[in-house]
């Protein structure tokens, strides 16, 4: 029904809104096919954006298109943040095309602890044994930056990190922007080893208090991106291979009180019909602990206005 005077109520969206889309969501190595349509088959990389300002987490395939939109966009200063270096996190910077282009500055952040310093690991991607384009190549000006203790402050937004449990040196990120915190985690196999039901454990419990610089490093953050890549059956023969079971995952939202979680780093075994059944179960699963958290599964392309 139309206004008095004829009107109609017609809202739009606001380009000064802070603006995070996700890139990429499939773990382990690109997932292409018929099956993988609705979330998606690129590997980590998500970004957030604020005007001009542009912060981008992980470096996967999914990297590739970002730089494809960025291209044509305004901005020219990329900070990117690498969680770690396995190729599901790196395996896209050779393809992004920001990098080739003159007037782009880029700077890869990453914590100290890698068994190479950062440089060094992103050159060895690029040797010619590899890849035809050695960094020296590329005609952006590209820089590394390792990570304090206490965060690094850009423009509108603060970055902090904190170290998961992932074989080799591995972070999460806490993003606080345009009043929102907002944390990113797609590697992190919360709670090592435990198979039994989550309702059993408390902050107090042995098990747990290894992990509660973690939990607090969790708590207060608006909407959480952390995986949850394998099922409680697939969780009893990959122990220690650096991810979460869904009810251990759970377990954390609540001990964090996070109330949004968007599920990641998807495992490629798992098509669109397996994901849809296994999001209905970490419903579930959140119910039973009684935490009344929002939760979805992340995809490839997924946008939203802070």
């Not at 109609?8 to 380009?15: E, I, Q, R, S, Y």
């Not at 590997?43 to 996967?60: K, L, N, P, Y």
């Not at 423009?155 to 990190?161: F, R």
Request: proline content about 5%.
């Amino acid at each position: 029904m139309t206004g008095r005077d004829g009107s109609a109520f017609l809202p739009g969206l606001d380009p000064l809104r802070t603006e995070l889309t996700l890139w990429g969501t499939r773990g382990s190595i690109p997932t292409p096919g018929t099956r993988f349509v609705r979330h998606g088959g690129n590997t980590s990389c998500m970004a957030i954006r604020q005007g001009d300002e542009i912060f981008v987490f992980d470096a996967g395939s999914g990297i590739r298109e970002l730089g494809l939109d960025l291209v044509g966009s305004p901005i020219r200063k990329v900070h990117l943040f690498i969680t770690h270096t396995h190729w599901d996190h790196i395996q896209g910077f050779p393809f992004f095309a920001p990098a080739y282009a003159p007037g782009f500055s880029i700077t890869i952040h990453a914590a100290e602890g890698f068994g190479k310093d950062i440089a060094s690991l992103f050159r060895g991607q690029l040797d010619r044994d590899y890849f035809p384009v050695q960094i020296e190549d590329m005609q952006a000006d590209i820089s590394f930056r390792s990570m304090a203790d206490g965060g690094v402050e850009i423009g509108p937004a603060k970055v902090t990190s904190e170290f998961t449990e992932h074989p080799g040196a591995t972070v999460g990120y806490k993003i606080e922007i345009a009043g929102t915190r907002i944390a990113w985690v797609p590697d992190n196999e919360f709670l090592l080893g435990h198979t039994d039901d989550p309702r059993d454990l408390d902050r107090d419990h042995w098990l747990v208090k290894p992990c509660e610089t973690f939990i607090r490093f969790m708590e207060g953050v608006d909407l959480a991106i952390h995986e949850a890549q394998y099922t409680n059956q697939e969780y009893l023969r990959r122990i220690r291979w650096g991810h979460s079971s869904i009810s251990n995952a759970a377990l954390l939202m609540k001990f964090a009180g996070v109330p949004r979680w968007l599920v990641t780093h998807h495992d490629p075994l798992h098509d669109d019909t397996a994901l849809q059944n296994k999001l209905s179960l970490t419903r579930q699963i959140l119910e039973r602990l009684g935490h009344e958290a929002r939760v979805d599964h992340a995809f490839d392309g997924m946008r939203e206005y802070l």
